[in-house]
């Protein structure tokens, strides 16, 4: 069984630019978390997404948002990025009804560097 | 308000000793989950163990241990006889169960070497 992907691993944008992250999760799972691990400050909860909908969203500015495709599949959208944007972004997935109570399976996130 | 706090940023052990990674959480709910998760240098995050906030049965799982505590609002993870694969950074985690909109709180993590 395929694990939660995620694309690009690296990423390299220009402050202002805009960059777009995508993650495929674990099939059958429906819901899709994405984190974002900056240097020193753990992992920080950014947004939740089920059946399509956002269901949760962390302390991050507006310039932050994504969605979930028909397949379940994410996209995270960063825009105009500035240099503290520079992050691990993880990608989690699960069954709806499983969450937060067993725990997620993450993929091996996307490296963003904004020079 | 939940909150995880992982006081050892660093900690570096040689091969073979025992170590302890130290996690202090803060929840307002009765009923919560608690997780250690493993960052290896590839980044993804493997799932360790969950506990239940009724369950304050210690587990032992090879070479790893948790102790959960409760009173002190503690769960700790020893690694025994400790080995070089063991480097990585690791995380406590939380979540609560009264509302299925939560998610799960991360702490800062540990970053653990172990030197041959």
């Known amino acids: 069984e395929a694990g939660v992907t995620q694309s690009p691993t690296h990423l390299i944008k220009t402050r202002g630019q805009q960059a777009t992250l995508r993650c495929s999760p674990i099939?059958?799972?429906?819901?899709v978390y994405w984190y974002q691990q900056a240097l020193g400050l753990g992992l920080q909860f950014l947004l939740w997404y089920d059946e399509g909908e956002e269901r949760n969203r962390g302390n991050f500015p507006p310039r932050f948002s994504g969605r979930q495709f028909p397949n379940y599949s994410s996209e995270l959208n960063v825009n105009a990025l500035e240099l503290e944007d520079s992050a691990l972004y993880l990608c989690?997935?699960?069954?709806?009804?499983?969450?937060?109570?067993?725990?997620?399976?993450f993929g091996s996130g996307t490296r963003l560097t904004v020079v | 308000a939940q909150k995880v706090t992982q006081a050892q940023t660093e900690i570096s052990v040689v091969e073979k000793e025992d170590v302890t990674l130290d996690c202090v959480y803060e929840t307002r709910d009765t009923t919560y989950y608690l997780f250690w998760y493993k960052q290896p240098p590839s980044g993804e995050l493997v799932f360790l163990i969950r506990?239940?906030?009724?369950?304050?049965q210690n587990e032992i799982s090879g070479r790893y241990s948790w102790n959960f505590q409760k009173s002190t609002s503690s769960f700790n993870f020893t690694i025994t006889a400790s080995q070089v694969v063991d480097s990585a950074v690791y995380f406590c985690?939380?979540?609560?169960?009264?509302?299925?909109?939560?998610?799960?709180?991360f702490g800062k993590g540990t970053r653990l070497h172990i030197l041959p």
């Open positions: 506990r239940n906030s009724f369950d304050e």
């Open positions: 989690a997935s699960s069954l709806y009804d499983q969450g937060p109570w067993d725990g997620y399976t």
């Open positions: 099939s059958g799972h429906t819901s």
């Open positions: 985690a939380l979540s609560e169960a009264w509302n299925r909109d939560d998610k799960i709180i």
